[in-house]
Antibody
Framework: QLQLQESGPGLVKPSETLSLTCTVSGGSISSSSYYWGWIRQPPGKGLEWIGSIYYSGSTYYNPSLKSRVTISVDTSKNQFSLKLSSVTAADTAVYYC?????????????WGQGTMVTVSS | AIRMTQSPSSLSASTGDRVTITCRASQGISSYLAWYQQKPGKAPKLLIYAASTLQSGVPSRFSGSGSGTDFTLTISCLQSEDFATYYCQQYYSYPLITFGQGTRLEIK
């Protein structure tokens, strides 16, 4: 059974860079059938897609965050990562990693449990 | 960018009711729409994709319809476990993704 697990600091200072890693277990991140994505949810608010990556390294970002976001993949570790620079309090959110089916559903069919990141000094 | 607008933002209903949630796209997206359910403190769960195809394991009381710009999610007979927040998501511009703002379904 494929599982995803987010990891990283729960507290980041304003103007610094938020860094999170998603570890994929029970399956290969190198499957041609999937992209891998990051989604966030500020407290009490809705879902916001941050970006997605293919195992080859091709990336797609939300235009509203593109200037601050970098998503990378490490196939040897079965992990993909998120970096969000110059964070402010508005970046406080639960961050989810998820698998994006690229064949049939073209939706996020498996999600991590999410990790809360607070931006505060 | 394609914008997704859900209505209503919140909805009160009783167990056994039939409820419908609407999602409207800012431009035509064919049938490239998914629906998710999210319960408090949990990750979203995929319910429906391709506007009307039920994800494996999802109860048949959930159904989706629509194409172009207007879509609906219907729950035919509400169960207690269905009270949650529901999100639509377009993938017409795949792999660029947009979510709706959510509809909170509460117990009356």
């Amino acid at each position: 059974q494929l599982q995803l697990q987010e990891s990283g600091p729960g507290l980041v200072k304003p103007s610094e860079t938020l860094s999170l890693t998603c570890t994929v277990s029970g399956g290969s991140i190198s499957s041609s059938s999937y992209y891998w994505g990051w989604i966030r949810q500020p407290p009490g608010k809705g879902l916001e897609w941050i970006g997605s990556i293919y195992y080859s390294g091709s990336t797609y970002y939300n235009p509203s965050l593109k200037s601050r976001v970098t998503i990378s993949v490490d196939t040897s570790k079965n992990q993909f990562s998120l970096k969000l620079s110059s964070v402010t309090a508005a970046d406080t959110a639960v961050y989810y990693c998820a698998r994006l089916d690229s064949t049939q559903a073209k939706a996020f069919d498996i999600w991590g449990q999410g990790t809360m990141v607070t931006v505060s000094s | 960018a394609i914008r997704m607008t859900q209505s209503p933002s919140s909805l009160s209903a009783s167990t056994g009711d039939r409820v419908t949630i609407t999602c409207r796209a800012s431009q035509g997206i064919s049938s490239y729409l998914a629906w998710y359910q999210q319960k408090p403190g949990k990750a979203p769960k995929l319910l429906i994709y391709a506007a009307s195809t039920l994800q494996s394991g999802v109860p048949s009381r959930f159904s989706g319809s629509g194409s172009g710009t207007d879509f609906t999610l219907t729950i035919s007979c509400l169960q207690s476990e269905d009270f949650a927040t529901y999100y639509c998501q377009q993938y017409y511009s795949y792999p660029l993704i947009t979510f709706g703002q959510g509809t909170r379904l509460e117990i009356k």
